[in-house]
């Protein structure tokens, strides 16, 4: 099985950048991913990670370090519509192909 | 055509009844996969189909089943369920490279 762990919740003030954190243990590791769920809508794809280090897409950027199963989300210049679900997912390889596990998921309230 | 269309939005069916929910891509994506959200939780994977073929079952109870019918539509045939089974069922297909997974808007079922 896979542990894949977040903060179940952070609080941060519009304009200001904030870190979500993810650790997660696996075998067959195959790719990391970010999503932002808000509620009652379908979660939309963030960023990737495959290899250790920095992808940057705009104000989001993440992290990842493969040795140390770990992985982080960082959004610049926060705005009120970023208030949501940040979702961290890893995809491991089986013998039945790729499947995509969630993490717990992390509420990000976005604050005047 | 870059969406994921599920079918019905709603649902609301009662513990004898059968009923379906559908899914469809026109983006060429060879894997589509089924999830289970309940609120406040994370999507939960269901079942993986790859080339049209079922390539992963989390286990899930018989009174789901799946089904492809072809490369861009993906159903699930409900039976018997339990009020406990009322939750967002995300369907979302993936090409399994760095593009991530897409989702659909998701059917939200009651069980009554």
């Known amino acids: 099985g896979q542990n894949i762990d977040q903060p179940t919740e952070m609080t941060a003030t519009e304009g200001a950048i904030v870190q979500i954190n993810c650790t997660y243990q696996?075998?067959?590791?195959?790719?990391l991913f970010w999503y932002q769920q808000h509620a009652g809508e379908a979660p939309t794809f963030l960023s990737y990670n495959v290899l250790d280090g920095l992808e940057e897409k705009g104000r989001f950027s993440s992290f990842l370090s493969r040795s140390k199963g770990y992985s982080y989300l960082l959004l610049k210049e926060l705005q009120m519509k970023d208030s949501a679900s940040y979702l961290c997912a890893v995809r491991v390889f089986t013998g039945g192909g790729n499947k995509l596990t969630f993490g717990t998921g992390t509420q990000l309230k976005v604050e005047l | 055509d870059t969406e994921v269309t599920q079918t019905p939005k709603h649902l609301v069916m009662g513990m004898t009844n059968k009923k379906s929910l559908k899914c469809e891509q026109h983006m060429g994506h060879r894997a589509m996969y089924w999830y289970k959200q309940k609120a406040k939780k994370p999507p939960e994977l269901m079942f993986v189909y790859s080339y049209e073929k079922l390539s992963i079952n989390e286990s899930v109870p018989s009174r789901f089943s799946p089904e492809c019918p072809n490369s861009s539509l993906l159903n699930l045939h409900l039976h018997a369920l339990q009020p406990e089974d009322s939750a967002l069922y995300l369907c979302?297909?993936?090409?399994?490279?760095?593009?991530?997974?897409?989702f659909g808007s998701g059917t939200r079922l009651t069980v009554v």
């Open positions: 696996t075998s067959g590791f195959n790719g």
């Open positions: 979302a297909s993936s090409q399994d490279g760095a593009d991530g997974y897409t």
